[in-house]
């Protein structure tokens, strides 16, 4: 694919999210979907990569491609569809939504887009899979309540870093 060619393709990709060419008009627009059942945290894993969509309750969504040697972090929009969801960014993922075990899982497609428009991590990608919704670990209870009220450390509310923290920078956490 030539330089031109590629930035033609990108330009007119964002061009359709920006300008929501993508977006569902109202008169198609399903019932809206449960929030508990679409909003929160998606994630995969194939190969050495890994998947999260990060779906927010104001329609907004962010794509995070965690791949070897890189990662990539897209901004996105989501609409309802029968049975699930649909999710545009640069490479768009229909969602339907099933219960199974307790909990919520998505069956998912992914947009098939040109191979030479698409990095190694995700060209190897299956287009078919699928995702499921992460625990939302809230801090409820008393004793969430009484660990949020720790102060905080003195060192923090300094201008500057600690004098100490480019010599402990990257070093692991060793028992004392």
Not at 136 to 149: C, Q, R, S, T, V
Request: aromatic share 12%.
């Amino acid at each position: 694919m030539t330089a031109q060619r590629f930035t033609q393709a990108l330009t007119a990709l964002f061009a359709a999210v920006i300008f929501g060419l993508c977006v569902v008009s109202a008169e198609d627009t399903p019932a809206p979907i449960s929030d508990k059942e679409g909003v929160g945290v998606w994630s995969t894993r194939y190969g050495g990569s890994d998947v999260y969509i990060f779906i927010n309750e104001d329609r907004t969504a962010y794509l995070v491609w965690l791949m070897k040697g890189g990662h990539q972090i897209m901004d996105a929009k989501w609409v309802p569809a029968i049975g699930g969801m649909i999710v545009y960014g640069p490479i768009r993922f229909r969602f339907w939504l099933e219960k199974q075990n307790g909990g919520t899982i998505a069956k998912v497609e992914m947009e098939q887009l040109p191979l030479d428009m698409l990095g190694e991590g995700i060209r190897t990608f299956p287009s078919a899979l699928y995702m499921k919704k992460e625990r939302n670990w809230e801090l409820k209870g008393p004793f969430f309540e009484e660990f949020a009220k720790r102060p905080v450390p003195d060192a923090w509310n300094a201008e500057k870093a600690p004098l100490d923290f480019d010599q402990r920078a990257r070093k692991p956490r060793l028992p004392e």
